[in-house]
């Protein structure tokens, strides 16, 4: 996403991505409502993984299923009360931004509730404990009957590092965390959805041969280096 919304470039490697006959998911920490505003070409994916894995969205349809149960409405009544700006709730998670994830703690602990902080570039994101994006990704494709060692995935941020380990091929796009970048298989040389057009052009055009024998040599290089 570049200024609030998919780009067009991003959009037409993703048609493409579709009209190959391979299968779309969207692995997002947004809320629904904001996604089919920023990308309103949602039915382009088989599915949608919202709430940073706490919910399966079909575009096609409507169809929500939550994956885990929403917040107490107590918690959340109570950050309000002690101050936190920006509160926003998905259909599970609950959202707001840096430095107010000590508030975020000490109600957590104050109520004795069992939920988890995710960071994702600024914000904090508050879920029950075990769900992130590799257990909403997990969920999505079983559902679709597919794999997760037939599965490509891309990514930017703290929040994405659950995931993108679940994947058989991880790429992280060039404006991604240093953290995210030194885990995955690929970084790509475009920025945002360039990086994403161009993990999916070398898929339509090679299944990623030249990005994974790229990834052999410089495995050997430091291996070799190591010896």
Known sequence: ISDGVVQ????AAL???KKSGRRLILVT????EQLIHVFPQLTLCDLVVADNGALLYDPNTGEKQKLSEPQPREFIEELARRGVPQLEMGDVIVATWEPDEKTVLAVIRDLGLELQIIFNKGAVMI?????NKATGLRAALNRLGLSHLNTVGVGDAENDEAFLKLCDVSAAVDNALDVVKKQVDIVT???RGAGVVEVIDQLLNDDLERFCAER???RDSASAAAA
């Open 8 to 11: 067009p470039d991003t959009i």
């Open 15 to 17: 048609e493409r991505l």
């Open 29 to 32: 920490g947004r809320i629904i």
């Open 127 to 131: 879920l029950p404990s075990g769900v």
């Open 189 to 191: 040389r475009g920025a």
């Open 216 to 218: 052999k040599q410089t």
